[in-house]
């Protein structure tokens, strides 16, 4: 079983940035696919951001140019940089682990609000 545990929400003017981890119970460096959703309010959730374990990266066309999905290896945490932060961007950050081989698994954390307003 994966744990997972985000932080890092608050809020933000637009404009402004913010870095969210995601804390795993296992190691980060495998070939599980990981990734940020968000789900705004009244929306359904949506992929923002995916990291597969070879660090190939890809990116929600609204967030490209702004979003930065990393690992860092000495924390073992999943990272999602976001600068030039927009009112839209509000929502429930979660971060996501699958696994495609056996065992297989769908692993989500619990969530962290971001906040994007004047």
């Known amino acids: 079983q994966v744990q997972l545990v985000e932080s890092g929400g608050g809020w933000v003017q637009p404009g402004g940035s913010l870095r969210l981890s995601c804390a795993s119970s296992?190691?980060?460096?495998?070939?599980?696919?990981m990734g940020w959703y968000r789900q705004a309010p009244g929306k359904q959730r949506e992929l923002v951001a995916t990291i597969t374990g070879g660090g190939t990266t890809s990116y929600a066309d609204s967030v490209k140019g702004r979003f930065t999905i990393f690992r860092d290896k000495a924390k073992n945490t999943l990272n999602l940089q976001m600068n030039s932060l927009k009112v839209e961007d509000t929502a429930v950050y979660y971060c996501?682990?699958?696994?495609?081989?056996?065992?297989?698994?769908?692993?989500w954390g619990q969530g962290t609000q971001v906040t994007v307003s004047s």
């Open positions: 296992t190691n980060i460096f495998s070939a599980n696919v």
């Open positions: 996501n682990s699958r696994r495609l081989v056996w065992p297989t698994g769908d692993y």
